[in-house]
């Protein structure tokens, strides 16, 4: 019994120091999950309402944008502003690998300029990484290759000379100029797999070349008196339902918000043609990051596109309405039939324009000496007619989206430069109104006979193999940015 009695005990004393024990680690565990749980905490905190509500649009839903951290290479965020949101960052070189030989210097901004023993200038920004590749030829031989990398990632590159260049912003975008005739270029643009040609003629300004659009198609005077007539009563359009889903739509909260109806054609127009700016820097910054995710939605711009900013660029396109009506009238009449010959000096249409939507990545120097950058679809105004002897015209920013040059930054820009956003505001509203006198904006009012005629100096057939040109030169590109992050020659 005895013996039983002292198995009993040890039995017992067993199971007691196993409840200690467990009870021992239950409250170890207990102490110990706070701790893990915190940063998950931490990394999502709650979004202010007010920032919910100016991310709401009535055209679809859209996502939430992440607490917003500072992102190296943008601009100070201006009092009041919320921090830039940048998407994930491009596949590009995030930062310059040094070599021997290399002599480097500072230039505006905070930038750092360096020429390297083979010949290639490479610009990094205030924070060290490359803004700007400049070889002397591309991997594959021939022209100067430069490449362009905004703060968003979105990449430019570009080989040749103006008249015969090949300009991609992806695979699978960009366009491939070529000379067609004396004094004239076209241009075979590539996009989603779609190639058309656009023409331009070539004059010269204060020792300044430019470019500028030729139609390929005039209207009849009573359409073109039509876009700009209003209806009499606001007729409802639904964006979303233009062709299909567009996902720029919601790409740029608290920006850019299409009205829900419209009183004339020019006012429809208005917003045809900011969108189609802001649809191009969608796309841009999609296909230069193919290899990454999708951009996510940007932060909500601290002031968006108001009816008094919308109410600029509709005067403009009346005015240039104005204009095609009178070219059209002029090159239907018998004795203007014939183009006539350029005159010298002859001052481009980009200094009768006042306000422009930027239609391609701009990197610029304020006056200031601050360096910030523009994409599609931000605003600026032309604040004077002189010609620096650097090309240079002055402008202001008036409107921007988030991580872009502020409203009211001052600084210069080519008239070269402007006079392509000129013949890109040409070219989108003559694309709008060829929506318009196909009667496709479902939902508004069919205007009169467009009575459209072609204008043989404008047209011109695709370069066949534009899409492969454009192609090769990414690859390079992609190459030549990855020999630059690893140092190599």
């Known amino acids: ?106 230039i505006a901004g905070g930038r750092n300029e360096i020429h390297s023993a083979n010949g290639q200038t490479i610009t990094t920004n205030a924070h060290g990484q490359v803004q700007r590749i400049e070889a002397p030829r591309g991997l594959a031989g021939g022209n100067k290759i430069v490449i362009n990398r905004t703060p968003n990632g979105a990449r430019m590159v570009q080989t040749g000379r103006p008249g015969a260049r090949v300009v991609s912003f992806g695979p699978g975008r960009g366009f491939v100029e070529r000379p067609l005739r004396p004094g004239y270029i076209s241009r075979t643009y590539v996009v989603g797999g779609r190639s058309y040609a656009r023409v331009y003629r070539e004059y010269s300004y204060h020792g300044v070349s430019y470019y500028h659009y030729v139609p390929g198609v005039y209207y009849g005077s009573q359409f073109y008196g039509w876009a700009a007539t209003p209806w009499g009563a606001p007729m409802p359009y639904a964006w979303a339902g233009l062709a299909t889903p567009a996902p720029w739509l919601g790409f740029y909260p608290g920006y850019f918000t299409p009205y829900a ?64 009506k009178a070219a059209a009238v002029a090159k239907s009449s018998p004795a203007n039939g014939k183009q006539a010959a350029p005159v010298n000096d002859q001052a481009p249409p980009a200094l009768r324009q006042k306000f422009f939507v930027v239609s391609t990545n701009l990197d610029l120097t304020t006056t200031n000496g601050q360096a910030c950058s523009l994409t599609p679809g931000d605003m600026i105004q032309r604040r004077g007619s002189d010609v620096a002897a650097d090309g240079g015209i002055a402008v202001e920013v008036i409107k921007s989206k988030s991580g872009a040059c502020p409203a009211d930054t001052a600084a210069t820009v080519q008239l070269a430069d402007l006079q392509e956003m000129s013949n890109q505001f040409r070219e989108q509203l003559d694309s709008g109104l060829a929506i318009l006198a196909a009667n496709q904006a479902r939902g508004l009012p069919s205007g009169p006979a467009s009575g459209s005629h072609v204008v043989t100096e404008g047209t011109a057939d695709p370069v066949p193999d534009a899409g492969t040109q454009l192609a090769t030169q990414e690859s390079d590109a992609g190459k030549l940015e990855a020999q630059v992050r690893q140092g190599g020659n």
């Open 1 to 106: 019994m005895s013996t039983r009695r002292i198995a009993l005990t040890n039995i017992v004393f067993l199971i007691l120091v196993a409840m200690t024990l467990s009870a021992l680690a239950f409250a170890g565990d207990k102490k110990s999950a706070p701790a893990a749980a915190a940063p998950a905490k931490a990394a999502a905190p709650a979004k202010p309402a007010a920032q919910q509500q100016r991310q709401a649009a009535p055209q679809q839903q859209r996502q939430q944008p992440q607490q917003q951290q500072n992102h190296p290479g943008q601009p100070p965020v201006r009092p009041g502003q919320q921090t830039p949101r940048q998407t994930p960052p491009a596949a590009g070189p995030r930062g310059y690998a040094s070599r021997p030989g290399d002599q480097a210097k500072v």
């Open 261 to 324: 109806t419209y009183a004339s054609p020019d006012l429809w127009l208005t917003d045809y043609l900011i969108g189609q700016n802001l649809k191009l820097a969608y796309e841009n910054q999609l296909a230069s990051n193919a290899d990454q995710p999708a951009p996510s939605n940007v932060a909500p711009a601290d002031s968006g596109l108001t009816p008094e900013v919308k109410a600029l660029i509709e005067n403009e396109i009346r005015q240039q309405i104005a204009d095609e």
